[in-house]
């Protein structure tokens, strides 16, 4: 299934398998999270149990500069 997650002046596309949590449409959590990152981008992050990657992708979108861990 193919999600499209609009943020912040960005349009990330994820492809993201019927098996993972929340497959239909980005959460209402990991939304919250992304709505409530500092305007100043992290120089790492880390995103455990990141599925298909709606909140670590977009960090990373987000903070080019940053270095990330994405890991299931």
Do not use: H, I, Q
């Amino acid at each position: 299934m193919t999600l499209r997650l609009a943020w912040r002046g960005a349009t990330l596309r994820l492809e993201a398998p019927r098996s993972l949590f929340s497959t239909a449409y980005v959460d209402p959590g990991t939304r919250l999270l992304l709505e409530t990152l500092p305007e100043r981008g992290p120089a790492s992050f880390l995103d455990l149990g990141c599925g298909y990657g709606a909140l670590g992708l977009a960090v990373a979108a987000r903070y080019p500069g940053g270095r990330g861990l994405l890991a299931d």
